[in-house]
């Protein structure tokens, strides 16, 4: 059965610095997302891409959150400056078109921000 | 906007007893809903989804959960509860495009 894949599952980094998260959707996906569920809260919306832009944003993306779609099959997060805050579990999703219903979700990427 | 509210944060059960986890949401629009389960240190897991087909959805590991219009719900119901079920399950509602909201979550807990 086809997956979405993330690495690394774990990412442990120093507040201030770049981190970048990896996803590898699912083949002929064609939407991708980021989630993210702080320890003991509820998973947010980060943000959805398609057609090599983002499509919508929470109002958790800020500025120093970006994504990219580097190549055909990588789609990857960027922090530019962690913050403490940032610590979370992100899970990226993908679905072949519009409609959460489709909706396909990686493992995971825990991050702490020390 | 569209929203979840899952009653009851943490839910305890007997082995073999009815497992219901409650969630009830708001939405504008007919929407669509799900249930994920997400084991210690796993990521999310899709158990059963509601798309305006058949209002009892059946889903994997015995789970089912029935939408009802009229109470603006989406329970989760097992008949038997089994130690494998200890999770923690999260209701989502969609509004048919690429957002989807979730619930806070509910801890079920299963006691020999």
């Known amino acids: 059965e086809p997956e979405v894949t993330q690495t690394p599952s774990h990412q442990v980094t120093q507040m201030g610095q770049e981190v970048i998260l990896r996803c590898v959707p699912i083949?002929?996906?064609?939407?991708f997302y980021w989630y993210r569920q702080i320890l003991g809260q509820k998973v947010e919306f980060l943000v959805s891409f398609y057609n090599n832009e983002i499509s919508e944003k929470s109002e958790i993306f800020d500025d120093q959150f970006s994504v990219e779609r580097p190549d055909g099959s990588n789609f990857t997060l960027k922090i530019r400056s962690t913050k403490l805050e940032d610590s979370a579990m992100y899970f990226c999703?993908?679905?072949?078109?519009?409609?959460?219903?489709?909706?396909?979700f990686g493992s995971g990427t825990q991050l702490s921000v020390l | 906007a569209q929203s979840v509210t899952q009653l009851g944060s943490h839910v305890s059960v007997s082995e073999g007893a009815l497992v219901l986890l409650r969630c009830n949401y708001s939405s504008s629009v007919p929407p669509y809903l799900f249930w994920y389960v997400q084991y210690p240190n796993q990521g999310l897991q899709l158990l059963l989804k509601?798309?305006?087909?058949?209002?009892l959805v059946k889903g994997i590991n015995g789970f089912e959960a029935e939408f009802k219009k009229s109470e603006t719900s989406f329970h989760l119901t097992k008949p038997s509860a089994h130690m494998s079920d200890a999770a923690e399950y999260f209701c989502a509602v969609s509004d048919r495009g690429n957002d989807m909201r979730f619930g806070a979550g509910t801890r079920l807990t299963v006691k020999p």
């Open positions: 999703a993908s679905s072949p078109d519009r409609g959460a219903e489709k909706l396909f």
């Open positions: 509601y798309t305006s087909a058949a209002t």
């Open positions: 083949s002929n996906h064609l939407y």
